[in-house]
C-alpha cells in the first residue's frame, strides 16, 4: 500500500503562485509515475502534470509554462509549482501515484482557489 498526503492549498489572488506538495509514504518503489490531477465543480477530474521516476514530465496544455512538477527523491515528495495562477485554476487538486501493478493511489485533495 501507499499512502499519499497533499498540503499547500489555499487561497491566492489571480496572478499568484502556490507550491503543493505530495508526501508518500509506504511500499513506494511500487510506484513508477506521481502526477498532479484537479477537479473543478461539475467538471470531470483531469490530469495537469505527472512527473516519471526518469524524471520525464508532461503537462496539460492550460498549465504549460505556468506549472512545474518537481520531485524530491530524498522526501519521498512530489511539488507542484503553480505561478500566474488564474480563476480558472481554481479546484480540488489531488495527488496520484501510478502503480506498476496498475493499481492507482489518490491523496485526499487540497483545495486551490484563486480569486481577488
Known amino acids: 500500500q501507499v499512502q499519499l498526503v497533499e498540503s499547500g492549498g489555499g487561497l491566492v489572488q489571480p496572478g499568484g503562485s502556490l507550491t503543493l506538495s505530495c508526501a508518500a509514504s509506504?511500499?513506494?518503489?511500487?510506484?513508477?509515475?506521481m502526477g498532479w490531477y484537479r477537479q473543478a465543480p461539475g467538471k470531470q477530474r483531469e490530469l495537469v502534470a505527472l512527473i516519471t521516476n526518469g524524471g520525464n514530465t508532461n503537462y496539460a496544455n492550460s498549465v504549460k509554462g505556468r506549472f512545474t512538477i518537481s520531485r524530491a527523491n530524498a522526501k519521498n515528495t512530489v511539488y507542484l509549482q503553480m505561478n500566474s495562477l488564474k480563476s480558472e485554476d481554481t479546484a480540488v487538486y489531488y495527488c496520484h501515484g501510478a502503480g506498476v501493478s496498475g493499481h492507482d493511489y489518490w491523496g485526499q485533495g487540497t483545495q486551490v482557489t484563486v480569486s481577488s
Open positions: 509506504g511500499n513506494i518503489f511500487s510506484i513508477y509515475a
